[in-house]
C-alpha cells in the first residue's frame, strides 16, 4: 500500500481510520514509545523490527505495561480495540511525525554534515533556549526513527525546533526533509563520512546537498561556512543565504590562541559586539560550530551578552570533545566517531596542544569501504610528521599497517595497557569510530 500524503489507510477489527484520526489520539496521548521495555502509562507503541528485533511480538505486553494503543503491522492475535493494525510501521511514524509538523507555523532548522553537526546542534540550542522555546534532537536520534521521534516531541509552546539530521547513503536526507520540512538550513561540512554508503566524496556533497536542494525548491533560509568553496557553490539559488566564516562573511571571528589553555577561546570580529568567547570546547576545529551558533543566535536577534554566557556555559558529554582531568593527567575523550576528516582533525589539535607526555590512543575508522585501507595508512602518516611518548593503535584496521606502533585488537586490551602504564601529567587523546567504543579505555 501507497503512503498518501496526508492520508493513511488504518486496519483495526474492520475499522478504517485515516492518518489524522491517528493524530487525534496522539494529540490524546502525547507520548511514542518504540521499545516496549520502556513502556509507561498512555504510551502509544510503534511496533517498529529491524534485522534483530520486531516491536510487534511485544505488543500483548505494551498494553499489559499501560500502553493506550499499540499500532503494529503483523498479526498479533490480539483482538482489541487499542491494537491498530498498519501496513508498515515505520512509514506510519514518519507520517504521523509530518501531520504534527504541518500543524506548526515555526522555523525548523535542519542541521547534518559529516562532522561536527551534534556539537553545532548542541551551541545553537543553548544559545536559542534563552530567548526561545526551543526544542531539539535529544541525543544522537537523527535518522529515520529518531527524527520523526523528535519532531512528535515538540509541544504546542515551541518557537523554532532544531533537527539534527544524520545520513550514511544518497536519498536520506531528501526523505528527512519529507516530513521535517526544513525552513533553514545548514550543512557543517562535507568530508571524508561514511564513504562506503555515499560512494566517495563527490557522493557525501550530494548527499549532505539534498538538504540545500529542499531549502532551494520550498524559498528556505541557508547558513553556510564560507571558508569552505564547496559549500558556498552547493548553497547557489537558495533565496536566502546568512554566512559566517574567518573572513568575507555575515559573521566572522578567529580563534584566540593561548599556550596555556586547552580550551577554544573565539573573538566576533564581524555581526556581534562579543569580543571574546571561553568555550569549554576542546580544539580549533570547533571554531565553526561556535560561529554558526553565533550567526543563528543573530538572525534570530538573540542578545550579544545570552549568545555569549549561553557558549560559554555549555559543557560537552557523550564522549565528544570533552576534557577529562584525571590522576594528574588531562584526557581527551573524543570517541563518539571518527573519520579521516575528523581524525585529522584532532591529531593536528592535539600536537599543537601544550605538553610533552602525549599519548595517542585511536580506534579504527569505519564505514570507509574500498577507500579504508588507503585511509588508515594516511592517518599513519600523519601520526608520524609529529613526536609522541605513546601511540596506540586499536582494531582490524591498523593491523597489517607496517609502523612501529603498540597495536591492541579492542579498547579492552587498550584498557589493560593504559592501566599497567599509570601514567601522570600526561596529556592523552582518545579517539575512534562508535563501535570501537575506545571510552572503555577510561572504565
Known sequence: MELAANRYLICTIFVIMEINDLYQLFLKNPSIETDSRKIKKGDIFFALKGPNFNGNLYAQQAI????????????????SEQVIRVADCLETLQQLAKVHRQHFNIPFIAITGSNGKTTSKELIHAVLSTTFKTYTTVGNLNNHIGIPLTILRVKA???????????????????????????????????????????????????????????????????????????????????????????NADITGHEIKETKNEFLKVTVTKGADIAEIRTQL????????????????????????????ALENYTPSNSRSQLIEKDSNKIILDAYNANPSSMKA??????????????LMLGGMMELGNE????????????????????????????????????????????????????????????????????????
Open 372 to 443: 579504508s585501507i588507503q585511509e588508515h595508512e594516511n592517518l599513519v602518516r600523519l601520526i608520524d610528521q609529529h613526536q609522541w611518548q605513546h601511540v596506540v593503535l586499536v582494531g582490524n584496521d591498523y593491523k597489517n599497517l607496517p609502523d612501529n606502533f603498540i597495536h591492541f585488537n579492542n579498547a579492552s586490551e587498550a584498557k589493560a595497557w593504559y592501566k599497567e602504564q599509570q601514567f601522570t601529567n600526561a596529556q592523552v587523546l582518545i579517539k575512534g569510530s562508535r563501535s570501537m567504543q575506545m571510552e572503555k579505555v577510561l572504565e
Open 157 to 247: 509552546d515551541a518557537e523554532i525546533a532544531v533537527i539534527e539530521m544524520g545520513a550514511n547513503h544518497q536519498k536520506e536526507i531528501e526523505s528527512y526533509c519529507t516530513y521535517t520540512l526544513p525552513t533553514h538550513g545548514m550543512i557543517t561540512n562535507c568530508g571524508k563520512a561514511h564513504l562506503e554508503g555515499f560512494g566517495g566524496e563527490e557522493g557525501v556533497r550530494k548527499g549532505k546537498g539534498e538538504l540545500f536542494d529542499y531549502l532551494k525548491k520550498n524559498n528556505g533560509v541557508a547558513f553556510i561556512f564560507n571558508d569552505y568553496d564547496y559549500l558556498v557553490n552547493m548553497s547557489k539559488g537558495i533565496s536566502t543565504v546568512i554566512s559566517y566564516g574567518t573572513g
Open 346 to 359: 584532532a591529531v593536528e589539535n592535539f600536537a599543537s596542544m601544550p605538553g610533552n607526555k602525549k599519548v
Open 64 to 79: 499489559n505495561d499501560g500502553a493506550s494503543y499499540c499500532v503494529v503491522d503483523e498479526e498479533t492475535g490480539i483482538t
Open 282 to 309: 576542546v580544539g580549533g576545529y570547533n571554531l565553526p560550530n561556535v560561529l554558526a551558533a553565533v550567526c543563528i543566535g543573530k538572525t534570530f536577534h538573540v542578545d550579544d551578552e545570552k549568545i555569549k554566557a
